[in-house]
């Protein structure tokens, strides 16, 4: 069997959260070893000096120094995706002859797309595992938050739903609830959609612990979760189809 070849690449991004949603994502992918995580444009460039990256998965908007105005600054750069919360910066970007551009909340499959792009294709293909999309592999995995000082393991599969309060969300499990700093966002683009979904703005639900529902709200338990008027259509279509 012919070996795996390994493409390294560089994750640079000011927000933790952001850094841990491509952390995942390269993981899936056998192809790539991640070198390095860097918060700044600074640290990027002396990664960039020490270490041979292929690719370079890069935020615009950071302290100091910009992503654009980094790879402004590149002789020979990697090929580089770019991951932003902002859409107006694209056709600055490609002038700049990046590869793709990616606009968080990133899902896999985007993610996946990107890096065929950026390297060659046969090598994607055969070794890009699936995300996880089924139940098996949910129950299997999981993700660390930072709560109570403390790095706490959450199993995917004891999910129950999530709660946004602000700048935190609680996380609500079956062993019970866990509360971490992160923006709603950012946690739905880590979780599986296939067994997650996003219910109300404040409000994420894992399908398989949802005991009974209304047009209006969902029942966990003895908890009711409002379900949101500009989510309703989507989790009543994927509700009413979820036994085909």
Do not use: W
């Given at each position: 069997?012919?070996?795996?070849?390994?493409?390294?690449?560089?994750?640079?991004?000011?927000?933790?959260?952001?850094?841990?949603?491509?952390?995942?994502?390269?993981?899936?992918?056998?192809?790539?070893?991640?070198?390095?995580?860097?918060?700044?444009?600074?640290?990027?460039?002396?990664?960039?000096?020490?270490?041979?990256?292929?690719?370079?998965?890069?935020?615009?908007?950071?302290?100091?120094?910009?992503g654009l105005d980094l790879v402004g600054t590149l002789v020979n750069p990697p090929k580089i995706i770019?991951?932003?919360?902002?859409?107006?910066?694209?056709?600055?970007?490609?002038?700049?002859?990046?590869?793709?551009?990616?606009?968080?909340?990133?899902?896999?499959?985007?993610?996946?797309?990107?890096?065929?792009?950026?390297?060659?294709?046969?090598?994607?293909?055969?070794?890009?595992?699936?995300?996880?999309?089924?139940?098996?592999?949910?129950?299997?995995?999981?993700?660390?938050?930072?709560?109570?000082?403390?790095?706490?393991?959450?199993?995917?599969?004891?999910?129950?739903?999530?709660?946004?309060?602000?700048?935190?969300?609680?996380?609500?499990?079956?062993?019970?609830?866990?509360?971490?700093?992160?923006?709603?966002?950012?946690?739905?683009?880590?979780?599986?959609?296939?067994?997650?979904?996003?219910?109300?703005?404040?409000?994420?639900?894992?399908?398989?612990?949802?005991?009974?529902?209304?047009?209006?709200?969902?029942?966990?338990?003895?908890?009711?979760?409002?379900?949101?008027?500009?989510?309703?259509?989507?989790?009543?279509?994927?509700?009413?189809?979820?036994?085909?």
């Amino acid at each position: 069997m012919e070996p795996v070849r390994k493409y390294n690449c560089l994750i640079v991004d000011d927000e933790p959260p952001a850094r841990e949603v491509l952390r995942r994502y390269v993981a899936q992918l056998p192809m790539l070893t991640l070198i390095g995580e860097c918060g700044n444009a600074v640290q990027a460039i002396g990664m960039l000096k020490q270490h041979h990256i292929d690719l370079l998965f890069l935020d615009i908007q950071m302290p100091q120094i910009s992503g654009l105005d980094l790879v402004g600054t590149l002789v020979n750069p990697p090929k580089i995706i770019l991951t932003t919360a902002f859409e107006q910066y694209a056709v600055r970007a490609f002038e700049l002859d990046v590869t793709d551009y990616l606009v968080k909340p990133i899902r896999f499959d985007r993610f996946l797309k990107a890096v065929m792009k950026a390297l060659p294709e046969h090598d994607v293909k055969n070794e890009a595992q699936p995300p996880l999309n089924t139940q098996d592999n949910v129950d299997h995995a999981f993700l660390y938050f930072r709560a109570d000082r403390k790095m706490v393991k959450v199993m995917l599969g004891d999910i129950l739903y999530i709660e946004s309060l602000k700048d935190y969300v609680k996380i609500n499990t079956i062993k019970g609830p866990v509360i971490t700093k992160y923006a709603i966002t950012s946690l739905e683009s880590m979780l599986p959609a296939a067994s997650f979904i996003r219910v109300h703005r404040s409000y994420l639900t894992a399908l398989d612990k949802i005991d009974s529902y209304t047009q209006d709200e969902i029942n966990i338990g003895s908890d009711v979760i409002p379900i949101g008027k500009l989510y309703r259509m989507q989790v009543l279509n994927v509700l009413t189809n979820a036994n085909g």
